[in-house]
């Protein structure tokens, strides 16, 4: 599912974003970095280049994506599909991130609690009552 709301929202950016852009054939690849990074900083706090500076050896073979949670990756997919439409439907990039860091708060939050309660509820009986 990640690789196809990928797909959705790189294909947003390539023909919504870079027709509206200075970016020229050779630096259009900063459109998409942009973008991956306002996804990034409203879902991790920080950019892909902040995390490869404060993670120098881990950065030499992954990215900040490969030691995300399942809940985060679910959140990021989300949002990837969430800023194509945002991007379709003209919302300058302040208030992009605006909405996307709401989102992305909002669902983190849903998730996270829902695996507290399934952790709680798979407790034995014994261990619930103390």
Same mark, same amino acid.
């Given at each position: !599912? @990640?690789?196809?709301?990928?797909?959705?929202? &790189? %294909?947003?950016?390539?023909?919504?974003?870079?027709?509206?852009?200075?970016? &020229?054939?050779?630096?259009?690849?900063?459109?998409?970095?942009? $973008?991956?990074?306002?996804?990034?900083? =409203?879902? +991790?706090? +920080?950019?892909?280049?902040?995390?490869?500076?404060?993670?120098? $050896?881990?950065?030499?073979?992954?990215?900040? #994506?490969? +030691?995300?949670?399942?809940?985060?990756? &679910?959140?990021?997919?989300?949002?990837?599909?969430?800023? =194509? $439409? /945002?991007?379709?439907?003209?919302? %300058?990039?302040?208030? #992009?991130?605006?909405? /996307?860091?709401?989102?992305?708060?909002?669902?983190? @939050?849903?998730? %996270?609690? =829902?695996?507290? !309660?399934? =952790?709680?509820?798979?407790?034995?009986?014994?261990?619930?009552?103390?």
């Amino acid at each position: !599912m @990640s690789k196809a709301n990928y797909l959705i929202h &790189t %294909d947003a950016v390539k023909n919504y974003v870079l027709p509206k852009s200075d970016y &020229t054939k050779q630096t259009e690849w900063l459109a998409y970095a942009d $973008e991956a990074d306002l996804l990034n900083v =409203a879902l +991790f706090g +920080f950019t892909a280049r902040q995390w490869r500076e404060a993670n120098p $050896e881990l950065a030499k073979k992954n990215n900040v #994506r490969d +030691f995300a949670t399942i809940n985060e990756l &679910t959140v990021l997919s989300n949002l990837e599909t969430h800023n =194509a $439409e /945002l991007i379709k439907s003209g919302k %300058d990039k302040q208030e #992009r991130f605006k909405i /996307l860091l709401g989102i992305a708060k909002y669902q983190l @939050s849903v998730l %996270d609690e =829902a695996e507290k !309660m399934k =952790a709680v509820k798979s407790l034995p009986d014994d261990i619930d009552k103390g």
